[in-house]
């Protein structure tokens, strides 16, 4: 089978896949480049919408390199007959970030580490994890692996499963989104962003929470509504925000970054080299098994 590996990746990634698998590296999709291939393998920058499938005339699988696939048209897939796959191989990667941000908040890490390089050695007071009530939205394996991690900082945690992403029994205390809004002094965010969860984070949300409760973004930046959560930072309605993802990427020099009350990173949750060392792996695992 012919697989075409689309979108950018970096370097290592590229030589570890091609050790054991031939492919095809394009940067960017076109007619010729894709219409031949039997397997596709993308990543969340790559839209693959209808008309993007049409071009795919011999399309019999499709990776999305990814463990979020809102790039992807589901619905066009299951009306052609093509397999779908994606790739989570980095739920440590992202929960352990989850945390980063939530520390670097919570203690001031970013400010006292600048004030440090100015030469400057003023220390702040901030506050710990323990014994805070940690509200996760969103249960798949990421939301999961946070709750888990939490516990061993001795949170209190409560979740709720927007996308009905627990299989089974859970351990986590389940409760409605407003009560966990309400309870929580750290909401952490871990849904998938489709029509439901779009901008589920709005206004009335953001004025149900605590003041002195701070907001973590690892999942999707549409999610939340960032005009309102900008104006709730700004005014002091919540405490802070620890943000990895936002509605249009690349951010640049926009306000709701510039706060100082917020610690951002480039969408670099899943950016670690363990992370996509899995990920490799679990693409050999999947065309192992599909060819």
């Given at each position: 089978?012919?697989?075409?590996?689309?979108?950018?990746?970096?370097?290592?990634?590229?030589?570890?896949?091609?050790?054991?698998?031939?492919?095809?590296?394009?940067?960017?999709?076109?007619?010729?480049?894709?219409?031949?291939?039997?397997?596709?393998?993308?990543?969340?920058?790559?839209?693959?919408?209808?008309?993007?499938?049409?071009m795919a005339k011999s399309l019999k699988i499709l990776i999305a390199f990814s463990h979020g696939y809102e790039h992807?048209?589901?619905?066009?897939?299951?009306?052609?007959?093509?397999?779908?796959?994606?790739?989570?191989?980095?739920?440590?990667?992202?929960?352990?970030?989850?945390?980063?941000?939530?520390?670097?908040?919570?203690?001031?890490?970013?400010?006292?580490?600048?004030?440090?390089?100015?030469?400057?050695?003023?220390?702040?007071?901030?506050?710990?994890?323990?014994?805070?009530?940690?509200?996760?939205?969103?249960?798949?394996?990421?939301?999961?692996?946070?709750?888990?991690?939490?516990?061993?900082?001795?949170?209190?945690?409560?979740?709720?499963?927007?996308?009905?992403?627990?299989?089974?029994?859970?351990?986590?205390?389940?409760?409605?989104?407003?009560?966990?809004?309400?309870?929580?002094?750290?909401?952490?965010?871990?849904?998938?962003?489709?029509?439901?969860?779009?901008?589920?984070?709005?206004?009335?949300q953001l004025k149900s929470m605590k003041r002195s409760s701070i907001l973590i973004n690892t999942a999707r930046g549409g999610i939340v509504d960032s005009r309102v959560l900008?104006?709730?930072?700004?005014?002091?309605?919540?405490?802070?925000?620890?943000?990895?993802?936002?509605?249009?990427?690349?951010?640049?020099?926009?306000?709701?970054?510039?706060?100082?009350?917020?610690?951002?990173?480039?969408?670099?949750?899943?950016?670690?080299?363990?992370?996509?060392?899995?990920?490799?792996?679990?693409?050999?695992?999947?065309?192992?098994?599909?060819?």
């Open positions: 089978m012919k697989v075409v590996l689309l979108g950018g990746y970096p370097d290592f990634v590229i030589k570890g896949i091609k050790r054991k698998v031939k492919i095809v590296h394009l940067e960017s999709p076109g007619k010729k480049g894709v219409e031949n291939a039997e397997v596709l393998v993308v990543t969340p920058r790559i839209k693959v919408d209808k008309k993007f499938l049409e992807v048209d589901t619905g066009t897939l299951k009306e052609r007959g093509i397999k779908f796959h994606t790739i989570p191989g980095s739920t440590a990667s992202v929960a352990e970030l989850t945390f980063g941000l939530m520390i670097s908040v919570l203690r001031k890490i970013p400010e006292q580490d600048r004030r440090m390089k100015r030469g400057e050695w003023k220390r702040e007071f901030g506050n710990e994890l323990y014994g805070k009530t940690l509200g996760v939205i969103g249960l798949g394996p990421i939301g999961m692996d946070v709750c888990k991690i939490a516990k061993s900082f001795g949170m209190n945690v409560v979740a709720c499963d927007p996308n009905k992403l627990v299989k089974g029994k859970s351990n986590v205390k389940m409760i409605s989104l407003d009560r966990l809004l309400k309870i929580s002094d750290v909401v952490s965010i871990h849904a998938h962003l489709d029509r439901k969860t779009k901008h589920m984070i709005g206004d009335k900008y104006k709730s930072l700004k005014s002091g309605r919540i405490r802070g925000a620890g943000l990895d993802v936002f509605e249009k990427e690349p951010v640049g020099k926009k306000k709701l970054v510039g706060l100082p009350n917020v610690v951002s990173t480039p969408h670099a949750g899943a950016n670690t080299i363990e992370g996509e060392d899995r990920k490799i792996k679990m693409l050999f695992d999947i065309l192992k098994k599909e060819t």
